[in-house]
């Protein structure tokens, strides 16, 4: 009986123990600001809450607007597509806020480089033309869908997503993440550009490639 009853406290205890190592609920992707803002000092070294704080007597009214958003961005190239990414290394006050904004411009025909954020989720809207979105989850499944004008969007976080411009204007959107550093993925760049360069025999049995063209793909990558 005595054996029963002790095995039976063990057990309790051991229910405890496990349910207090669970990991804790995270309703951010950034940690919650620690004060009512930090603008940041972006000469200092980047920790788990951001930057150091600029010191309060020299913070102004500029520090809480940025303008880099404002201006179309330069779509002559490959992808003729531009993302203005508005993260804490544009816009210091973001600092500890745990929120970034990107304006996304595509031209006629052109494509967002397809992508990731390792820390955020992605929501947008779109303000002109007309876009494809699409988004692929981890069992390979796409889900694409046309948007127009006013539409809002939404990315889960770390699902891999693209913007095709499908109609006869130039598109412009805007989209918020919830990380001062979303962290972006590009995969072409990631894989094919990066430094050191990710082994040839990888690549080329991932992709199915002769060595020949893994040559060839990482040459356009290079600086």
Known sequence: MAASITLFLIS????????????IPCHSADPDPLQDFCIADLRGALSLN?????????VTSDDFVYSGL????NTSNYLGSFLNVANIFAFPGLNTLGVSMTRIDIAVGGVTNPHWHA???????????????????SRNVVYARNISVGEMYVVPRGLLHYHLNVGEEPVLAFSAANSQLPGTI???QNLFGSTPSV???????AFQLDQSVVDQIKSKFVG
């Open 186 to 188: 590009y995969i072409a």
């Open 199 to 205: 082994p040839d025999q990888v690549l080329a049995k």
């Open 70 to 73: 404002m201006n179309e961005g």
């Open 12 to 23: 309790i205890f051991m229910l405890l123990l496990s349910l207090l190592l669970l990991p």
């Open 50 to 58: 951001g930057f150091p704080c600029k010191p309060t007597s020299k």
């Open 119 to 137: 820390r955020a989720t992605e929501c947008g809207v779109l303000i002109r033309g007309k876009a494809l979105l699409g988004i692929i989850t």
